[in-house]
């Protein structure tokens, strides 16, 4: 009797074994490209200056995708050579958003400028998003906000569009119909990109903002892509009308709040109203803001023509003075009566005159608790390398809050 039960038991096991290997089916975790073929790709924008498209080609590399614009009214200065060198050397184009919006309506109208900057160009991958600094939105209101996005570029553009995001965003904020769009994720120092929840698979994988490419004066971000990154239509994308400036689409410039800064003072001197910064950046408290945080403030990113004061630091040289801010060292000395142009010194005052973009100049960012190079690098849309040059970090790994960077 008591062998027969021991038979059975055992049999019962076998069966259940036999049941769970060969019926159930089995989940899968592992997180990976969407097809096995990997495209060697970059993705570059003003930062990477004057880039030799012929040696990047012979250097293996496949696809590149350019930063276009920004916000409502920002053009990266680097757009239009990229574009024409990278389509003359014969690599695969594509083209990015950086997204600011903070409602439905400016997704829209950001789209629109997107998409008339680019109309009557030949792209061969997908439009991407790059949206990523969200202020102080809800999970709703960014799905929302990227969803209507996306949605109005393929509309205009008749193209597919892809979604460009950190690891930690895809995970933890993407979410809904947004997930539909194929993912481009970035996520560095790893063999591979963690799981991403959300998404069975990646069509693009930014793997490190270090990368080396023959052509390429210091870093850019390196990518692999899969053939889901390419797009079925590679025609002329349709003309689209830039939308009309209004009061909104005036563009924003992001500032970092000073310790003793209000709201009140902050609108007096940037000729603007709380309410507008409240809006912009969807303050739930007008009377609680935190120095160091950043906040993004009404303001052409396309300056034309606008008066600032620098103020000469140890190092500096009017040359470096006017690539910084994408003018000539003539055209400061004669604003300033400057005689001898190899001679200034720290602490002095320079009116400087300029058609200056969102690239010129610098932001002052005081390191937070928390705080990476990385972290900050992607907040501000930059690369750790230019972040590291600008102040002459010799350890990256060791930053401390409070420290106060050049960006």
Known sequence: MYKKKWIKAIFTLLVCFVFTIYILPIPV?????????????????VYQGNIDFKKVKEAGIEVVYIRSSQGFSYIDSYFERNYQKAKENGLKIGFYHYV??????????????????????????????????????????????????MKTVEELSKKQVILYSNAYTARNTWEGEVTNYPLWIAEYGV?????AINWKSWAGWQYTDEGRVNGISGYVDRDKFTKDVFLEDGSEIPDVEKPEENENSSGTTTITIKKGDTLSELAIKYNTTVAELVRLNNIKNPNLIYAGATLIIPGKENGANDTQIYTVKK????????????????????????????????????????????????????????????SIARRYHTSIANIVRLNRIKNPNLIYPGQMFRL
């Open 191 to 195: 063999s591979r990109p963690e799981d």
């Open 100 to 149: 600011t919006a903070r409602s439905n309506e400016e997704a829209k109208r950001q789209a629109q400028f997107f998409v008339s900057l680019i109309s009557g160009k030949s792209v061969d991958c997908r439009l991407a998003m790059d949206f990523e600094t969200f202020g102080e939105l809800s999970k709703r209101q960014i799905n929302e906000i990227g969803l209507t996005f």
């Open 315 to 374: 190092g500096d040289t009017l040359s470096k003075i006017a690539q910084m801010f994408h003018t000539s060292v003539q055209t400061i000395a004669k604003d300033n009566n400057i005689s001898n142009i190899h001679k200034i010194y720290p602490g002095q005052k320079l009116k400087i005159n300029s058609n200056c973009n969102y690239d010129c100049g610098h932001t002052i960012y005081t390191v937070k608790r928390g705080d990476t190079l990385w």
């Open 29 to 45: 975790f592992a997180f990976g490209p969407s097809d096995s073929k990997l495209y060697e790709g970059i993705d570059v924008s």
